[in-house]
């Protein structure tokens, strides 16, 4: 039993829209985020949080990493560039679930799944239940964290060439912004080019985020208002006036936030099935599958290693990193994900 959960703008003309992206690509190191944690939330239709039900669905195939052709990780810094950081303040509300002691790096001794072992209570299908029952309510800035800050990293600059940045493509999403750089270029234009301009930026990104790119898998899980919270989020946190005071809030479940660290970042290195580590697995260096971890782990050990990682742990192969940015009811969502929507 599985547990439920335009227009294209008007063509321009090459030169003018190569001046603007240039302009906001040569300007963006000099880029000053702006403190979103006290950001309001958004009204949609007399509403404070948007209640829709997304359909969750498990994942399947092959790690991000072996699709774009990259079969050897350490040759790609994707899934590395989330940083140390803990999360920051946001609107979010998250339940609570009974994983036991707060991870600590360095607590235990060893990384997370040694550090965790295999402790931590099994819990029934009626409990299980129980706990998929519960919502969080999710803002932009959160779901950059679980599907874009592994490898975009905190401040969204990417690791060019081999990941871009996203602070230049986002402030040509604002005709604001594109009006107040085109006229310190010295290259002045109208309101209604800037918005065109504006509108076809945005389209790219939008078929970017849903196709994928030559370095970048495509993102087809997030939907709907999901995506307007994470762009809203984006304009906002490049310094766009017109996203700027409030957040979108997403209303969601339990399994779908999971699916959304699994698909966002965990599945960058994992295969949806395969090995895990069991049998010598980990002396061999295989990078478990997803499928594994609700048979060979607990919700505590899971929890865990994503919060410690394993990068000090006696194996061979590729060390995972520490996700200290995720939290621990994300990462217990996770796992309760991986256990009622079995990956294939």
Known sequence: MRF?????????????????????????SGFTAGDQSTAKPATRDGRENVKVLYRVTPAIGFSWLKMLGVFNISLSPMG?????????????????????????????????????????????????????DQRFVLAGSDFYRLDCRACHGPNGNGSPPIINSLIGPFK????ALIEARMKKSGTPIG????????????????????????KMPPFRHLEGEEVTSLIHYLKGYVGAPEAQGRAILVSESVARVGEHLVKGTCQICHDSTGPGL???????????????????????????????????????????????????????AAYLYLVSYPPY
Not at 8 to 27: D, E, K, Q
Not at 300 to 308: A, D, F
């Open 172 to 175: 040509g999403t604002s005709p």
């Open 191 to 214: 309101e209604k080019m800037a918005d065109e301009l504006a509108s076809q930026a945005q389209q790219s990104i939008l078929q970017r985020l849903k196709n994928g790119g030559k």
């Open 80 to 132: 590395e560039m989330g940083g140390d950081t803990p999360p920051p303040p946001s609107d979010r509300f998250e339940p609570q679930f009974p994983v036991g002691q707060e991870p600590r790096a360095g607590g235990m001794g060893m990384g997370g799944m040694m550090g965790g072992g295999y402790a931590g209570p099994r819990f029934t299908r009626d409990q299980i239940g129980s706990m998929l």
């Open 278 to 332: 069991r049998g010598g697995g980990m002396m061999r260096g295989i990078i478990p599958s997803l499928a594994s971890f609700p048979y060979e782990q607990s919700m505590q050990s899971v929890v865990w290693q994503v919060k410690l990682g394993s990068r000090r742990m006696m194996m061979r192969g590729p060390r995972m990193p520490a996700f200290p940015y995720i939290t621990t009811a994300e990462a217990a």
């Open 4 to 28: 439920s959960a335009a227009s294209p703008a008007p063509s321009i003309r090459i030169s003018l829209i190569t001046l603007v992206t240039a302009v906001f690509v040569l300007g963006a």
